[in-house]
């Protein structure tokens, strides 16, 4: 993907909403972008959901995002800003973290947004429905584990599990998707 004009051809792609072009982006980024969070936020768990997240707003504000330099380094800088984010939330900002700016390049930090995706309600509604109840309170009412684990009467560490499992599961599944979308357009 270092080759610029691929990655222009990639962008535009996705720009035209082409969705096989966003999963290979995916599938090129996502476990980097994926084990970068996690560095960040000392969390697997919490590495996935950023890394998640980041491709949600991507696709979500496809139409707008400018890449100056290259598509890596705009990922990894969403994934920085979404990853600080995080932390600031849960008042555990390192002043190392903050004051870093390695992977924050020509990338302003993005807007939270609503998932609304056809394909990914699909996915959503695969899931198991406790995990799938979990996940949207989590994910598109923007509850935190805390809440949702008061709201339910469940433990947080059930909550925290839910999430991960359903990124995983989404994770998969949209693999899954993309060899089948391959197969019957080769």
């Known amino acids: 993907m270092q080759d610029t004009g691929a990655e222009s051809l990639l962008l535009h792609a996705i720009r035209q909403g082409d969705e096989k072009a966003l999963e290979m982006v995916f599938l090129r980024y996502y476990n980097l972008l994926s084990r970068y969070a996690a560095r960040l936020l000392k969390s697997e768990a919490d590495g996935q959901e950023v890394a998640a997240d980041v491709f949600l707003t991507f696709w979500e ?3 707008s995002i400018e890449v100056k330099e290259s598509l890596r380094q705009y990922l990894f800088a969403m994934t920085r800003h979404r990853a600080l ?102």
């Open 61 to 63: 504000k496809r139409q």
């Open 85 to 186: 984010r995080l932390l600031k939330a849960k008042d555990r900002v390192p002043a190392s973290l903050e004051l870093t700016k390695e992977y924050e390049i020509n990338a302003e930090p993005e807007e939270e947004t609503p998932v609304s995706t056809d394909h990914l309600t699909a996915y959503i509604n695969q899931l198991p429905p406790q995990r799938r109840h979990i996940f949207r309170l989590n994910k598109i009412e923007g509850l935190s584990y805390p809440e949702i684990a008061q709201r339910l009467g469940i433990s947080e560490k059930t909550v925290k599990n839910h999430v991960y499992r359903a990124m995983l599961q989404l994770k998969e599944l949209s693999v899954v998707l993309f060899l089948l979308y391959s197969r019957d357009n080769i």
